[in-house]
């Protein structure tokens, strides 16, 4: 590999292969675009497998992930595969990151005059 492209080459992760062409579906490890990740799913289909295998991935490329969970189940394994795992308690963030608000309402609540009682 040349210097110039591995300096241009953009780390990526592997999500799987597409069943119908057999190449691999990447995902950039980029702040272009959106460079956030939602795994969801029912118990047992594989979130936590999903999110270590991701997070290896990761390491590998010289991204440190960032993962947000509600269960401690995750918690306790990457505490076994990372040398280092720094846990914050959303509580002392100041805000939930996991929180969705409603933005539209928020400008419009905020643009509209104050009345008096």
Request: aromatic share 6%; proline share 7%; glycine share 8%.
């Amino acid at each position: 590999m040349s210097t110039e492209r591995a300096v241009t080459e953009i780390p990526s992760v592997c999500f799987g292969v597409d069943v119908l062409t057999g190449t691999e579906v990447r995902w950039p490890l980029t702040v272009k675009g959106n460079p956030h990740l939602l795994v969801a799913g029912l118990p047992g289909m594989g979130k936590t497998t999903c999110l270590l295998n991701l997070r290896k991935q990761m390491l590998a490329s010289g991204v440190r992930p960032i993962i947000f969970s509600y269960h401690q189940d995750i918690d306790e394994k990457l505490q076994l595969l990372v040398d280092s795992v720094r846990f914050i308690d959303f509580h002392g963030l100041g805000f939930n990151p996991l929180r969705l608000i409603d933005r539209q309402a928020r400008m419009c609540a905020a643009a509209s005059p104050k009345r008096s009682p």
